[in-house]
């Protein structure tokens, strides 16, 4: 791991010092706001609505009603963003060629990989904590069940780790930016939607589409169930993407 | 200090470099000359551990470049080909970047960056950012980078490209500087700044290593004829069925560029110039000048690079 601390603090600097940062972090927290400012606002309405019938009062839960669709919106956005997170990690030192003091420093491949990673996701935490102040009012406002909420931003987290492996993969293919965020946004859109096959193939298949889907997983932490298979899930999904960059790496030193 | 051993490298199918073999001792200064796509920069970046060779071994202090790559790249300071860098770091933060990823001690990171700026003339730029700065200072913040932790070899990958003519002089001292603490490899296009700087230079063509020499040996192995110029007063077109006839003279050139001179080949082996200013006083004429010309490095390279080929041809 020689070398992790240097390229870490390194990129972390040029994440900071950038634009991309800032208006992703801008238009995540705007239309994340838009989100759960809509999800209050029904909640609202239908507790007005449940004032007058108690059938419907008794179904009447913060976690459920505003929590879970605002998660299940978050990930949507994030979908659409984390690629540009990750789109330069290594695109833009392949093609500025500082790669050449990655490769030549004495920095492993893997600590910089994991290094890039983690700044990113950096970067994604603190992007994340921006939120933390509207969901904080609930516990102002209402009393909702904390431990559902932790869960779901523990599956968020994952969520988002995923992505930003998956869009770290995607960067170390190319030297294009662009081309790097679109691969990565197109692959984990497909990841998104495979499980809609689930009726299409056959039971057996059907229940591998429907595990595969990224999403899929986050349902079960939002519900603030935690199961070993979704968290497996996400630690798995992070570690195989690091490990596919990690090759890639090293394929590109041997073609030179 | 460094050794490369059979090095070969292939990009696809295409041949880079094949069978280079060469060292260079503690405390040498060595230029690797050679034109556009020779195949310095491949070499070079074999031995810097930014890529490992398709054959052959690569050694640093007795270290094979890619089963100790980690501990081969903390003794090896580089400065790639362009310079490129961080356009977004100002030039102390990169600096810190690449001090701290060289395995320098926190505590000593400072001091350190003190020092490279100093030699490299950067203090004035320290706190500005690297994408403003001219391609002069990017060159200098490239070298410093290189410096930092006091590596014992440094690999140089034309360290004066693009620079203008001031620029070059003052990079060139500064590896002049170098050579006192550090064993160096610098490849280059330019030759006389490898005559100037290195102790030793190696000529690279076609991915193979053609000729290592110092400047001055390489100079007088490769003069396959001496040439004499002569100039007299007057009727110098006289002297040339004279001087054909004389025995090692390969041929007669007249040069007519203001002044009137004749341009002598000849056999290396022998020095005919007491016999040419016989020729001349016994034809009664005035002689003005008579000397022996040394092939410039120039010459010996476009030599080289044109020549070895072609023998090759007749060869096979």
Not at chain 2, 4 to 17: D, R, V
Request: with cysteine; proline share 4%.
């Amino acid at each position: 791991m020689k070398g992790f601390g240097s390229v870490y603090r390194k990129e972390l600097y040029i994440l900071f010092a950038s634009p991309i940062f800032y208006s992703v972090a801008f238009i995540f927290l705007l239309i994340s706001g838009y989100f759960y400012f809509s999800a209050i606002g029904y909640y609202n309405l239908y507790s007005f609505q449940a004032s007058q019938n108690p059938m419907m009062a008794k179904q009447l839960n913060l976690v459920d009603m505003v929590m879970r669709p605002f998660f299940m919106d978050i990930s949507i956005v994030l979908l659409l963003l984390s690629p540009l997170l990750t789109m330069r990690l290594y695109a833009e030192e392949r093609k500025s060629g500082t790669i050449e003091f990655l490769f030549t420093f004495p920095i492993s491949d893997r600590a910089a990989v994991l290094a890039k990673f983690s700044a990113v996701s950096t970067a994604y935490l603190v992007i994340l904590a921006g939120t933390l102040p509207g969901v904080g009012l609930l516990g102002i406002l209402g009393n909702p069940d904390w431990k559902p909420i932790l869960c779901g931003y523990l599956g968020i987290l994952l969520l988002g780790g995923a992505f930003l492996s998956f869009g770290t993969f995607t960067s170390s293919l190319t030297q294009n930016q662009i081309v790097a965020a679109v691969l990565s946004f197109g692959a984990l859109l497909m990841f998104w939607i495979i499980g809609w096959l689930k009726n299409l193939v056959g039971p057996a298949m059907g229940e591998f589409v429907e595990y595969i889907s990224i999403t899929k997983h986050l349902d079960t932490f939002t519900k603030g169930v935690l199961d070993s298979r979704d968290l497996l899930y996400y630690v798995l999904f992070i570690a195989f993407f690091l490990f596919l960059t990690f090759r890639q790496m090293g394929s590109c030193r041997w073609r030179g | 200090m460094i050794e490369a051993e059979g090095l070969t490298k292939f990009y696809g199918s295409l041949q880079a470099i094949r069978d280079v073999t060469f060292e260079v001792q503690k405390g040498e200064v060595v230029g690797f000359l050679g034109p556009n796509g020779a195949g310095k920069s491949t070499t070079i970046r074999i031995l810097t551990c930014y890529m490992p060779p398709t054959a052959g071994a690569a050694r640093v202090d007795g270290m094979d470049c890619f089963e100790r790559s980690l501990d081969v790249r903390g003794k090896v300071g580089y400065l790639p080909e362009h310079v490129p860098l961080y356009n977004e770091l100002t030039v102390r933060r990169f600096l810190r970047f690449a001090a701290s990823a060289k395995g320098v001690e926190a505590r000593r990171i400072e001091g350190e960056l003190t020092r490279v700026t100093g030699v490299c003339g950067l203090e004035k730029v320290a706190n500005r950012i690297i994408g403003h700065l001219s391609k002069g200072y990017k060159q200098r913040v490239g070298l410093a980078q290189a410096l930092l932790n006091n590596p014992s070899v440094l690999v140089l990958d034309e360290p004066t490209i693009g620079l203008d003519p001031t620029q070059i002089i003052e990079i060139r001292r500064l590896i002049q500087e170098l050579r006192e603490e550090h064993t160096v490899l610098l490849s280059s296009h330019i030759l006389p700044e490898v005559a100037q700087i290195c102790q030793r230079v190696m000529i690279i063509n076609k991915g193979r290593i053609i000729a290592t020499d110092t400047p001055a040996n390489l100079t007088r192995q490769l003069q396959k004829s001496a040439q004499i110029v002569l100039q007299v007063r007057e009727r110098a077109s006289e002297l040339i069925p004279f001087l054909e006839s004389m025995d090692g003279v390969q041929g007669v050139t007249r040069q007519q560029d203001g002044q009137d001179r004749l341009v002598v080949e000849t056999d290396r082996s022998r020095d005919l110039r007491p016999e040419i200013a016989r020729l001349a006083v016994e034809k009664d004429m005035d002689l003005l000048e008579l000397k022996l010309v040394d092939l410039s490095l120039e010459d010996i390279f476009l030599q080289l690079v044109t020549e070895e080929p072609s023998q090759e041809e007749t060869a096979s």
